[in-house]
């Protein structure tokens, strides 16, 4: 592996994801600070806003660099490139003015000892702007061919929808990640218990995230591989998809011990240092795992950014993911997964029914907190189903990514049950719900969607044997 | 005999995935029952 760009091509695609991906990441944590009024994460979202509009230095020089290499490439289309570049320029632009304004709030708040309607109002709005114009910008397709082809043979042929949704998706938990562990180590050094919750929030929207990355990762190697695509090797694709393997269970790792410590949280009101520790210990060791792979899957369409003396991977069977594939194909090994993943339901359904009827209105004589110590049981129910899930995708991921028309809408409804069920975690107006006590419509209005959405696991989940 | 096989293969893994499940379970609970909520 080389961390350290050795091309304008490798420097780009490294930093060019972070402006955009960062700056969502930042003003979903900016407006927490806002809404909790929590002085500690405003100023870090400020500093923030500016650290990332720094990067847009970095990003201008190696575009342009990257611009003049490619442009001697008679496959890269020129028009493309002058699109790109155009709305790139405005997005800098956009990023640069708010990062200057953040950082003038930062030292006028520093100054006058509170917030103005300037950090309020004009930061967020000028971020969403930069964000659109890095969205028009869109500079993607401009290597990747395969998001543009037309060539489709029925049966065999995966819509390059999956790619396209693979590359975008999984910045979600790299870059979301990077910011996470950011903003975590603030939290603890300053002891901030606020943006420690927040943080912790966003380790296990991260590992969330992981699961529908992990599969249309997947999806998008039957995308490129059948029928083969020139110039893609299969066993680059595979040494990525067993470093994703690993990525995989470091994000169930951190996410999982984030999980529970929230959940701890709201019993005491104060953080465990232990249970801090490991979340610290996994995310860091998850970072790693996490740039490996980001190294991997940019090997597989950048050919620009290999290294001459570099030693590709040449066996598409090697690794984990292979042996897995081999053993989840022997009877004896599936039927016991697939069991632990019926369990694995009905320990899901059981206690988010119990939760979300509570919610809706049902058992009012109980108070919220009784109910909200069943969360742990679902918690447990959906890390054994993403286990056991994955295994059982292992046993012929072609099926159930390609043929099976249910399988990409029951990863879309797990995605939505898990991040809504985290509200019951941790919304302060639940935990304080007693006996006999009505909830709000908001609370309502989240229970009936997760009700829907693990109801949709359940029944897209069965119809994958028959659609 | 694979019939057998996937038996006890069923029974081992599913008792020890819920066996660990059900200790965190009671882990968890024992920890949150000091606080009295």
């Known amino acids: ?467 | 005999m694979d019939e057998f096989q996937v038996f006890v293969a069923v029974l081992a893994i599913n008792a020890c995935v819920l066996g660990v499940a059900l200790f965190a379970v009671y882990q968890f609970n024992k920890v949150v029952s000091r606080c009295g909520r």
């Open chain 1, 1 to 467: 592996m080389h961390l350290i760009p050795q091309s304008w091509s490798h420097l780009h695609i490294l930093v060019g994801v972070f402006p955009s991906f960062g700056l969502v990441i930042v003003l979903g944590f900016y407006i927490g600070g806002l809404l909790t009024d929590n002085n500690g994460i405003k100023r870090t979202c400020l500093a923030l806003f500016g650290l990332v509009a720094l990067l847009s230095v970095p990003t201008y020089f190696s575009g342009a660099g990257s611009m003049a290499v490619l442009s001697r490439n008679p496959s890269i289309s020129k028009d493309m490139m002058s699109i790109h570049y155009g709305w790139g320029m405005a997005a800098l632009l956009a990023l640069v003015v708010t990062g200057i304004v953040a950082w003038v709030e930062l030292w006028r708040a520093g100054r006058d000892g509170r917030a103005s309607n300037v950090a309020r109002y004009l930061v967020p709005g000028l971020a969403v702007v930069a964000v659109a114009l890095m969205v028009v910008a869109d500079g993607w397709e401009i290597n990747h061919r395969e998001l543009r082809s037309t060539v489709s043979i029925p049966d065999v042929s995966t819509s390059p929808v999956w790619p396209h949704v693979h590359m975008i998706l999984n910045h979600v938990p790299t870059v979301g990640f990077v910011f996470a562990l950011a903003f975590y180590i603030v939290a603890l050094v300053t002891k901030n218990d606020g943006m420690t919750r927040g943080s912790l929030i966003l380790f296990v929207i991260c590992g969330i995230a992981g699961v529908p990355t992990y599969v249309t990762g997947t999806a998008s190697m039957w995308a490129l591989t059948q029928p083969p695509i020139p110039e893609i090797s299969k066993a680059v694709i595979n040494a990525h998809r067993n470093m994703a393997l690993w990525s995989l269970f470091g994000l169930g790792f951190t996410g999982a011990a984030a999980w529970a410590e929230l959940w701890r949280y709201r019993y005491f009101a104060h953080f465990s240092k232990l249970s801090l520790t490991l979340v610290l210990l996994f995310a860091v060791v998850t970072l790693g795992i996490m740039t490996e792979t980001g190294h991997l899957g940019g090997q597989i369409n950048h050919p620009e950014i290999r290294l001459a003396a570099e030693m590709l991977p040449t066996d598409a069977n090697a690794g984990i993911s292979s042996a897995l594939e081999t053993l989840m194909k022997n009877v004896v090994w599936f039927i016991p997964w697939q069991v632990v993943h019926f369990f694995g339901y009905c320990l899901i359904l059981g206690s988010v029914l119990a939760v979300a009827l509570r919610v809706l209105g049902f058992w009012k004589s109980v108070s919220f907190a009784a109910v909200h110590r069943l969360l742990i049981l679902g918690f447990l129910g959906v890390l054994m189903n993403v286990f056991s899930g994955m295994l059982m995708m292992l046993a012929d991921s072609y099926r159930y990514v390609v043929n099976d028309y249910t399988f990409a809408p029951k990863i879309a409804f797990i995605t939505i049950g898990a991040v809504a069920v985290l509200y019951f975690s941790l919304s302060d107006r639940l935990w304080n719900l007693k006996a006999g006590e009505d909830a709000p419509v908001a609370a309502k209005c989240v229970a009936a969607g997760v009700l829907v959405a693990w109801t949709g696991v359940i029944v897209c989940g069965r119809m994958l044997a028959y659609l």
